[in-house]
């Protein structure tokens, strides 16, 4: 037991001193996992509505592809970009392997169907009666969508901070598209792994502990803005 209380005392330490590569990892780990769900956000926000206000053929069949998706494995989604970024991939001479880029991409794809899915299902749960009471007031397409998306920004919202979630504490797409570079492409996860197969977990801790904090910071700060918006209503 000595070396896990060691380990919680190193972690304490790391944390409280301000050492310069415990924040470097975590900064970068926040920077991609972010840049990555946005990019998600911007793709797979307006996809989800296009599925559920447009009828085509085909539609239900990528709703379920999406679904069924959203259940891959990280490595599989890492091994996927690999083969196109590996240097005999079909983009493999634009350098992309074990650079930043190449793990936004990769977590990008990654949480692309989470966002679709869980906006579909969000946007599905909306009452008909609002696109109808907006429509028989004489809105526009344009302001019926508005309107629609009003009342469906909370559980947009609430999409988005889990497929952030999600990206922020995957290990396999990092790993295997950013290399676990020191100073450049190591993240909290990919961190976690190494120090701990080294048995330095005095690292490994202080990570862990700022990854669950920052979960958890993110989604009680969502549940207080929700309350006080709901309020202010």
Do not use: H
């Not at 996927?80 to 930043?100: K, N």
């Not at 990654?110 to 679709?116: A, K, Q």
């Amino acid at each position: 037991m000595d070396y896990i209380f060691g380990g919680i005392s190193e972690a304490m330490r790391l944390i409280v001193s301000g050492d310069g590569e415990f924040w470097s990892i975590v900064w970068l780990s926040v920077k991609l996992s972010s840049i990555s769900t946005l990019l998600a956000s911007f793709l797979g926000v307006p996809a989800a509505f296009f599925l559920v206000l447009k009828r085509f053929r085909g539609r239900d069949m990528i709703i379920t592809i999406s679904n069924s998706l959203m259940s891959v494995p990280t490595v599989v989604v890492g091994l996927f970009v690999y083969a196109v970024l590996s240097r005999r991939g079909p983009l493999g001479d634009l350098a992309l392997l074990f650079t930043q880029v190449a793990v936004v991409i990769g977590q990008t794809l990654l949480i692309l169907p989470v966002v679709i899915s869980l906006t579909v299902s969000t946007i599905r749960a909306l009452d008909k009666s609002v696109r109808e009471t907006a429509s028989s007031l004489g809105a526009d397409k344009k302001q019926q969508l508005m309107i629609f998306f009003s009342e469906a920004r909370f559980g947009v919202a609430a999409c988005l901070i889990t497929a952030f979630s999600r990206v922020f504490a995957e290990v396999g797409v990092s790993m295997m598209l950013g290399g676990n570079l020191r100073n450049y492409t190591r993240t909290i996860t990919t961190a976690i792994a190494l120090e701990t197969s080294k048995g330095e977990f005095g690292l490994s801790i202080a990570l862990g502990i700022v990854l669950l904090a920052v979960a958890f910071a993110i989604n009680f700060t969502f549940l207080k803005f929700t309350k006080l918006y709901r309020t202010a209503e």
